[in-house]
């Protein structure tokens, strides 16, 4: 966290210093030019991501895009769960076999306990470029049950046939149903839409935040006809027998091209990211000789490198090497005129 605030730098230019303040200012450091400092937080989000991903296991990041990468790796932490301590929910419908009994008390305790859970997921998680479209339309992850080692893979647990479909929340957990899945299972258990009726039936509250004003005045789409849109990258309401509508989140983007599976929340993450990567980085070079100030007072020596440190949870970060200040802008800034850049010393 930020130790002390030194300056807060606005559109408007608005320098809390006296006349006397800034002829000394001037007369102090010579005229800034391009070759005074370094910046290109745009490569620094291409290069964090690269070394984020790598650090994940992922060994085929051939991508020197930074945009490109930024989503592989917001792609990568979205397919996961971050391991925290969560309130676990089980579904009246859901009935455990009794050879998976063992396999799913041990995740419900990880589940309760906050631990890793990344050995019960997929092994599609170590494709860097996969999407999987339940997960992208509900944040409904799947997991395998089995209690010991996967026999090809030490990473994840043995496989089971049937799997159990669960909504991840921040601070909850909805087991929703166990379902037989592969060569011998449900054929379309990834765009079954049962799932949406067991959420419905059981926790009506906490669907409140997907549901949609009205009732249906159509046919309940089939499986069928969800996977057909899914895999057009287009998102679908979900219709309950009640006919109660209900809308992802943004699950889809139907932009086209490589995006095109890609869970709209992914895709409007990385636009907020851009937009405040580039206003930080817009706002630095405007503002160069006012910073050099503070990059001085605490021993900044041209050339100044200045490198993005953070671009996550809202706020975007940089920081100047030698000086250890750093700069931040926060991606859900106002319009044009009203975007703030905070200045503080960063020792971290």
């Known amino acids: 966290m930020p130790r002390a605030i030194l300056l807060r730098l606005d559109a408007a230019i608005r320098y809390p210093w006296t006349i006397e303040s800034w002829l000394f200012f001037m007369s102090s450091f010579p005229p800034l030019n391009e070759n005074d400092f370094e910046i290109d937080l745009w490569g620094d989000v291409g290069k964090i991501c690269a070394a984020e991903l790598a650090?994940?296991?992922?060994?085929?990041?051939?991508?020197?895009?930074?945009?490109?990468?930024c989503i592989q790796y917001l792609n990568a932490l979205f397919r996961r769960v971050d391991p925290r301590p969560r309130k676990f929910h089980q579904s009246t419908e859901l009935k455990v076999p009794p050879d998976l009994l063992a396999g799913y008390e041990s995740l419900k305790e990880k589940i309760e306990k906050g631990q890793e859970l990344t050995p019960h997921l997929s092994g599609l998680l170590e494709d860097i470029d996969f999407n999987d479209p339940l997960l992208n339309a509900w944040k409904i992850h799947h997991f395998h049950l089995g209690t010991k080692p996967h026999p090809k893979n030490p990473n994840l647990v043995e496989r089971s046939g049937p799997i159990l479909l669960g909504m991840v929340q921040e601070n909850d957990f909805y087991a929703i149903d166990i379902i037989e899945h592969g060569s011998k299972g449900n054929p379309e258990v990834f765009y079954e839409q049962d799932l949406i009726e067991i959420l419905h039936n059981n926790w009506p509250t906490m669907m409140d935040r997907?549901?949609?004003?009205?009732?249906?005045?159509?046919?309940?789409?089939?499986?069928?006809?969800?996977?057909?849109?899914?895999?057009?990258?287009?998102?679908?309401?979900?219709?309950?027998?009640?006919g109660t509508l209900y809308l992802p989140t943004v699950g889809f983007t139907s932009v086209g091209g490589t995006t095109k599976d890609?869970?709209?929340?992914?895709?409007?993450?990385?636009?907020r990211i851009v937009r405040a990567v580039n206003l930080l980085q817009k706002l630095i070079v405007e503002k160069i000789s006012a910073l050099e100030l503070c990059f001085s007072k605490t021993g900044g020596i041209r050339p100044y490198k200045i490198v993005l440190t953070h671009f996550l949870d809202g706020i975007t970060t940089a920081r100047e090497e030698s000086s250890l200040v750093g700069m931040r802008v926060s991606q859900f800034c106002g319009e044009p005129g009203e975007e703030w850049l905070d200045v503080w010393l960063d020792p971290s």
Request: zero cysteines; glycine letters at 10%; a positive charge.
């Open 262 to 271: 890609t869970s709209g929340q992914i895709i409007f993450q990385v636009m």
């Open 55 to 69: 650090g994940m296991g992922y060994k085929s990041v051939s991508s020197s895009d930074p945009q490109e990468l």
């Open 210 to 242: 997907y549901r949609i004003n009205g009732k249906a005045a159509g046919p309940k789409p089939s499986n069928a006809e969800i996977k057909l849109a899914r895999d057009a990258g287009i998102t679908v309401f979900s219709q309950t027998n009640d």
